[in-house]
């Protein structure tokens, strides 16, 4: 595919809406509190038996965090009580315990600590976590492997670091959002530059294959001149891939962002500039657009997939492992195995009430229709590659797709006259100017947003800008 990019604040302005992020399709808004414990285990046991030699994915949510970032969405749990992590790595224990039987010897290829914030845990728990972790599954021993952490700067030092890869991980990811110091006080995150360039730096001494940052565009006292001097800072020390992510703000549905003054936060024009500065910074610097935020650097194993045609998007983000069960662990985590997702219990007093009963955490869920498969593949090939061959979908699905997206294709016309994509008579190709609203475009094939379903609030979805 064409990995170019083309900037239209216009396109943007005419197309911004409310959506999904397809992190998976259909979204978590469609889980069913029927589909339980016992379901999920039917199923995982049923998948293992189809396909034994398929890969797996681990995904560990540690939900503590030691203060709260006003900006955040994430399921976090605010304390400065480090002790309450001794119990939860003894539920994740026995969790491990639970869904290890259910998928024999299969191979951990991709295994992913995410938050809160994982580095919370000292580091003989992460060393005993990740000791569990192979006791209890067959976990990837090779550099193919795909080990990542997330990690908050202020809580680690260069000893945490390198324990990080003594242990295993090989791919590290740090929030940094903007380096200005009046942000930073307006969203409660102090974290100095020189902090985190110096991770970074250890970070590659200690052998991590990629490093990844994030950054946020839209956050309140932001302003061209200094997020550009943030740009540059991340620019010189190139990281693997850079995630810029729109500031979302919702307080209606999380509570920490009433923190934020809203009379702070940037007009519309103004994060439009602030995006189109990321853009040209980045490229620019010869980075490339993935896609939904996503740059990374043309060597970078996301943009070798994404153009070979095997880049993969789960509940993680972006991926190059796209045959793997996803399995989560931990209090809120989603998981995806055979043709179904999954989720635990979001109230931690709940959460270890079942595992002491012996029972997996798994209260919603859904099991997907031969529609939602073929829809998607759709989404996802849209999402990844900005391409759909309709005879690639005929021969895999055993259908017509002229005939059964006969409706979506003339939804498509608005984006054919505004230049953001092509119809030939076997595809639909994404133009550079319509990759940043591919999102846009997958929603037409979003079932779930037909009339019929119209009851689902828009306002649980960030806006596509």
Known sequence: MEQRLEFSADLLKKYDQTGPRYTSYPTALQFDTNFEQQTYSEIAKQASANHPNRALSLYFHIPFCDTICYYCGCSKIVTRDHSRAAPYLEYLNKELQLQAPLFGKRKVTQLHWGGGTPTFL???????????????????????????????????????????????????????????????????RIQSKEETLEIIEHARLSGFKSISVDLIYGLPKQNLASFGQTLDSIIDVRPDRVAVYNYAHMPHLFKTQRGIHEDELPSSDTKLKLLSLTIEKLTQAGYLYIGMDHFSLPEDELAI?????????????????????????GLTSIGKVGNSYSQ??????????????????????????????????????????????YSEVNDRYGIQFNQYFKDELTQLESFIEDGLLHLSDDSIQITPAGRMLTRNVAMVFDAYLKPKHLEISTNRYSRLI
């Not at 994404?306 to 989560?328: M, P, V, W």
Request: glycine share 4%.
């Open 305 to 329: 997939a994404q153009k070979q045609g095997t880049l993969h998007r789960n509940f993680q983000g972006y991926s190059t492992h796209a045959e793997c069960d996803l399995i989560g662990l």
């Open 122 to 188: 000292d580091n003989q728990q992460i060393t005993e976590l990740m000791e569990m972790t192979a006791a209890a599954f067959n976990l990837e021993q090779s550099d193919e492997r795909e080990f990542s952490i997330e990690i908050d700067p202020r809580s680690v030092d260069k000893e945490k670091v390198s324990l990080l890869a003594k242990v295993g991980f090989n791919r590290l990811s740090m929030g940094v959002q903007d380096f200005d110091p009046a942000v930073q006080k307006a969203v409660n």
């Open 344 to 389: 635990n219990k979001k109230d931690i007093e709940e959460y270890y009430a079942m595992l002491d009963q012996n029972q997996l955490t798994v209260f919603r869920g859904m099991k997907l229709t031969d529609d939602d498969i073929l829809r998607r593949h759709i989404i996802n090939e849209l999402m990844c590659h900005s391409y759909i061959s």
